[in-house]
């Protein structure tokens, strides 16, 4: 036995080692092409590598760094010294922020040769109009309409500090998805924008970039964050990752871009091209996709379906017998119902991490309400004349409960799961998110692309397996409802 116990602890390292490394991305086109040249890089240097793609906002990618879902992921200095880190100069160099994230267990890398600072644009013809070019002379102009991304709308970085350096008081601000705030500009819904100052399309809609007059916006070198793990558990992952410093410049990180976001080209291709590596191969095809995220989609409704049936049913019984306890549990799920789904995703991820337990969590939370409602609704809709006879017929509780309520109320309990399932196959295009894939992975990169092609590749797939669970859920309800039920329903 001990000597049993020594080979596994000796091997533990190589277990470590031979786990692939697990790269995050932020959700816009940049982070993405960082991920990528990552993780190729690494398969270079002959280390097994993954990407998780387009994980949300930084806050995300933060968590699951700290938590170890991801061990990597490209990040800003200017976002690490303003939102992520406390204490920290927000003129901080690498070296600064280094010493500051080692006793949080993570490493940073040198810079990777551009700043993609944040700055506020508007098309050029406007700005010219109006005679704006400078942020300051924003503050003559209040009645312009802007539109800031919603994560600009709450970084200490952002909206917030900008709006009280320049004295600045307009009367419509709203937020909005940053790759749909450029189409907003150009179609002139908004006359402002926030930018990244490597976004492809800022030539290409011919913004005019404001100039920070009162210095407000810190530089934002772009660098990598990793565990400190990594340093023992994969130290050439680490050399690969490093090896990147100073060989993105500004105008290749924009080029990058562009080959992205207006030539349609993949991720890993312009990685590929900027590396002089060999491209991935194929990804299978439109078929194989469809597959797997079916595949995958599937798994997050049926898990935190039938979850949800194994604890709301019991619920709805109980709710039936004792009327102020069934007051308080159908109160608690009704306001489960109304956290927003993006909220719910994001607040299972510090319980269960990234992937699909947090997204089967939040799915599973939001399928009680209409089981338990619904099971409640079918138990005291039952005629009392019904439920005397049973009684006196000396029925045990027990006994009247599984032969003559339940199945006079399995219409309505199968109406409430099919409720659910169906409000569970459309919730969970959101947990691509938070890294559980599904339907929801291509309409997130068609928003991001502007590519209408990939949005229906996953909306589609997703309104017909809704209408499928709908006509599934219909058969079930005919074959397990009592014939004699079925019949007095026609009448």
Same mark, same amino acid.
């Given at each position: ?100 994230? !080692? ?217 039936? !017998? ?14 489960? @119902? ?61 006994? !009247? ?86 019949? @007095?329903?026609? @009448?």
């Amino acid at each position: 036995m001990k000597r049993l116990c020594c080979a596994v602890f000796a091997l533990l390292p190589l277990l470590a080692e031979a786990a692939p490394v697990r790269i995050g991305s932020k959700q816009f086109t940049e982070s993405v092409i960082l991920a990528e040249l990552a993780r190729l890089d690494a398969h270079a240097a002959g280390i097994d590598a993954m990407h998780r793609r387009e994980l949300g906002g930084t806050r995300i990618l933060w968590s699951a760094l700290q938590h170890g879902d991801i061990d990597a992921y490209p990040e800003y200095t200017g976002t690490i010294t303003h939102e992520l880190l406390k204490g920290v100069a927000y003129d901080a160099d690498v070296a600064d922020l280094r010493a500051k994230l !080692r006793p949080l267990g993570l490493g940073i890398t040198e810079p990777l040769g551009f700043n993609n600072t944040y700055a506020i644009g508007m098309r050029e013809d406007e700005a010219a109009r109006l005679r704006i070019a400078r942020i300051s002379d924003l503050a003559l102009h209040p009645g312009l309409h802007l539109g800031f991304s919603n994560e600009f709308m709450q970084r200490e970085d952002g909206w917030p500090g900008i709006r009280q350096r320049y004295g600045l008081a307009p009367t419509q601000v709203r937020g909005l998805d940053h790759t749909l705030a450029y189409q907003a500009v150009a179609s002139g819904a908004v006359d402002a924008i926030d930018l990244y100052s490597t976004d492809a399309e800022i030539p290409y809609y011919h913004l005019r970039t404001l100039d920070d007059d009162r210095h407000y916006f810190p530089r934002y070198e772009a660098v990598f964050l990793y565990r400190l793990e990594l340093e023992r558990t994969a130290p050439a992952f680490v050399a690969a990752l490093r090896a990147l410093g100073g060989r993105i410049d500004e105008p290749s990180m924009q080029r990058m871009n562009a080959d992205v976001k207006l030539r349609g080209m993949k991720e890993s291709d312009v990685a590929a091209r900027f590396l002089s590596v060999p491209a991935d191969a194929g990804d299978g095809g439109f078929g194989q996709r469809l597959l797997q995220r079916t595949a995958e989609h599937v798994k997050l409704v049926i898990l935190s379906l039938g979850l949800a049936v194994v604890l709301a049913i019991p619920l709805g019984i109980l709710c039936a !017998r004792w009327k102020r306890a069934g007051q308080v549990v159908i109160g608690l799920t009704g306001i489960l @119902q109304t956290v927003p789904s993006l909220a719910m995703f994001v607040f299972m991820i510090p319980l269960f991490g990234i992937g699909t337990w947090p997204a089967i969590a939040a799915l599973f939370l939001y399928s009680l309400l209409p089981i338990v409602r619904n099971t409640h609704v079918g138990l005291v809709g039952i005629p009392i004349e019904l439920q005397e006879s049973a009684a006196a017929l000396g029925l045990p509780a027990g006994v !009247r409960l599984r032969r003559v309520e339940l199945p006079m109320a399995t219409r309505s309990i199968l109406a409430g799961i099919k409720t659910a399932a169906v409000i569970n196959v459309g919730t969970a295009t959101l947990a691509a998110l938070i890294g559980a894939g599904g339907y929801g992975q291509p309409i997130l990169t068609g928003i991001r692309l502007n590519d209408i092609g990939l949005i229906l590749e996953g909306a589609v797939p997703a309104a017909v397996l809704a209408l499928l669970v709908q006509a599934v859920f219909e058969g079930v309800e005919r074959w397990l409802t009592p014939r004699g039920l079925r019949l @007095q329903a026609r @009448q």
